[in-house]
Nanobody, 123 residues
Framework: QVQLVESGGGLVQAGGSLRLSCAAS????????MAWFRQAPGREREFVAA????????YYGDSVKGRSTISRDNDKNTIYLQMHSLKAEDTDVYYC????????????????WGRGTQVTVSS
C-alpha cells in the first residue's frame, strides 16, 4: 500500500501560480501512473491531470488544460502539478493518487488517496 502526502497549496490571488507536490512512499512508485484530482465540499471529486509511470504521456481535464503541467521525479518518488493563471473556480482541495486500473479520467480507477492540500484563489 502506498502512502501519499500532498503539499504546496495555499492562498493565491487570481492570475497567480502554484506548484503542488505529492510525495509517495513505496519502492514501486515508478511503476504507477499517477493523477491529481480536486474536490470542493458537496461536489464529486474531479479529474485534474494524470501521467504515465514514465511521465512520457500526460492527460488533462478540460478545466485546467493549457494552464497546468503535471510531471514526476521517480528518483524522489514525487509528482508535481504546476498551475498558472489561477481562477477563483480552481479553489478546491487537491488530491493525488496512483492509478490501479482503468481509465485515467475516472475516479474508480484510483484506490488510495492522500489527505489533500487546500488551494484557495482569491478574486
Amino acid at each position: 500500500q502506498v502512502q501519499l502526502v500532498e503539499s504546496g497549496g495555499g492562498l493565491v490571488q487570481a492570475g497567480g501560480s502554484l506548484r503542488l507536490s505529492c510525495a509517495a512512499s513505496g519502492r514501486t512508485f515508478s511503476t504507477y501512473a499517477m493523477a491529481w484530482f480536486r474536490q470542493a465540499p458537496g461536489r464529486e471529486r474531479e479529474f485534474v491531470a494524470a501521467l504515465s509511470f514514465s511521465g512520457g504521456i500526460t492527460y488533462y481535464g478540460d478545466s485546467v488544460k493549457g494552464r497546468s503541467t503535471i510531471s514526476r521525479d521517480n528518483d524522489k518518488n514525487t509528482i508535481y502539478l504546476q498551475m498558472h493563471s489561477l481562477k477563483a473556480e480552481d479553489t478546491d482541495v487537491y488530491y493525488c493518487a496512483p492509478r490501479s486500473s482503468g481509465s485515467y479520467y475516472l475516479l474508480q480507477s484510483y484506490d488510495y488517496w492522500g489527505r489533500g492540500t487546500q488551494v484557495t484563489v482569491s478574486s
